[in-house]
């Protein structure tokens, strides 16, 4: 939601203006989020079996702060990073100076709140796993508001003040208020108090927690350098295709966000399932998941068929860049099925801690199908921006149909094992 109203700010300023962002966002996504999200698919399998088999309480709070000390590490390596090289790295890689330039300015300050994203997504995973899924849909939902607010305060009220600088000190001030927002609910939250019990600080790193999370961040990673590549090569056909991909992948962002929680909800029940030694259940619920998936990839085919043009001209007037938008939204109709399997199969995944194959699988889509066929649609076949999106197609289509396929061959009492041996190693 915040990188969908951002865009709404900075589609006022027109198509160059979105291109920026979407190179910002690109460079975020790979050294913050990507990584981040594989630490906590770790939590989200640690955490949810540690509170089935033991009841909550100091081993989970343990699982979390290993967590948040693997995101500081590493957020003290891309704070350096994108403050002393992010310049130097898009110059290296031929950018746009008209594009690079605000890029790297916007980076400079959102790299500020990068911290309280990651350790949220640490904090989400505990409390999510304490049975508490509501608790994080409160915070956003006082936080989505005020960051709507400070957008028509600091930017839509008064245009000609804002800049790139201005929507990313807005993000920060969100991501802050994320953080401090779930804080808060653990510190007066009793049951969830254990996320500050002191532990030794030996046992705040271990082996076979890394053992889950490496796998999961190569995963991720994949996952958003293949997006992100997908954006470089759209940037070597002009600002305006650019900008209208930056549209579609917003757009399939938004519509993603809900399997997406699902699969959040998905690593936990699964995760409990099997901490309960309840494989039958585990099974039962994977299935549910998957078909109600694919229902609801039905109802977003429909809205992008019959109203994406209108959800189009939301985001910018440019009338080039609505144009092909238009075009692409359409192809995000023909494979919107494959949003619900990205989103709610590697959950399920999580909950049986198959970080490893989940990783496999989607290097092997993104890397053996959807990058080889997107160079071949842009630079070989000059099929343009619509070439190199029906590529992306046919890659998601082999990515979705593989997780399906692994979910249905999976040996649910072997699972029960496996996860009793991995909650009994990490006690």
């Not at 401090?180 to 009793?190: E, I, K, R």
């Not at 809900?258 to 699964?270: E, F, N």
């Not at 649609?377 to 979705?400: C, D, E, P, Y």
């Amino acid at each position: 939601m915040f990188g969908f109203l951002n865009l709404i700010s900075l589609g006022t300023w027109g198509g160059k203006a979105i291109g920026a962002y979407a190179l910002g966002s690109m460079t975020c996504s790979i050294l913050a989020f990507a990584p981040a999200t594989g630490v906590a698919s770790a939590l989200d399998t640690l955490c949810s079996a540690a509170f089935a088999h033991f009841g909550g309480g100091r081993q989970v709070g343990l699982h979390l702060q290993r967590g948040l000390v693997a995101v500081t590490l590493w957020y003290a390596i891309i704070l350096a990073i994108i403050q002393l090289f992010i310049p130097s790295v898009y110059a290296f890689l031929g950018q746009d100076e008209e594009l690079a330039a605000p890029a790297a300015s916007y980076l400079r300050i959102l790299s500020l709140g990068l911290w309280p994203w990651m350790a949220f997504e640490c904090l989400k995973r505990y409390v999510q796993a304490n049975a508490q899924m509501r608790l994080p849909a409160i915070v956003l939902a006082f936080v989505v508001p005020l960051h709507l607010f400070n957008h028509w305060l600091f930017v839509w009220r008064q245009p000609a003040k804002a800049s790139f600088k201005t929507v990313a000190w807005i993000t920060v001030g969100s991501y802050w208020a994320m953080f401090l927002g779930l804080v808060a609910c653990t510190l007066f939250w009793n049951a969830l108090r254990p996320a500050w019990h002191s532990h030794r600080v030996k046992s705040l790193v271990s082996t076979d927690f890394y053992l889950l999370a490496i796998p999961a961040i190569v995963e991720a990673c994949g996952e958003y350098i293949a997006f992100e590549i997908m954006t470089l090569f759209a940037t070597y056909l002009g600002p305006t295709s650019l900008a209208a991909q930056a549209i579609a992948f917003n757009s399939m962002s938004m519509v993603y966000q809900l399997p997406h929680g699902v699969g959040g909800a998905a690593a936990v029940r699964i995760g409990r399932f099997l901490g309960t030694r309840n494989s039958s259940a585990a099974q039962f619920s994977s299935k549910v998941l998957v078909v109600g998936g694919l229902i609801y990839s039905l109802a977003g085919t429909l809205f992008f068929i019959f109203c994406g043009k209108w959800w189009i001209g939301t985001y910018t007037k440019d009338a080039e860049v609505i144009t092909i938008a238009s075009k692409l939204v359409l192809i995000i109709a023909a494979i919107e099925w494959t949003d619900s399997t990205r989103g709610i199969v590697p959950g399920i995944l999580r909950g049986m801690g198959k970080q490893r194959k989940a990783a496999a699988i989607n290097i092997g889509a993104y890397y053996f199908a959807v990058l080889p066929l997107g160079m071949l649609a842009v630079f070989v076949l000059h099929g343009g921006i619509i070439g190199l999106w029906i590529a992306f197609s046919l890659g998601m289509a082999i990515l979705s149909g593989s997780y399906i396929y692994i979910i249905t061959k999976a040996d649910w009492d072997k699972e029960v094992h496996q996860c009793t041996a991995r909650i009994l190693v990490e006690a």
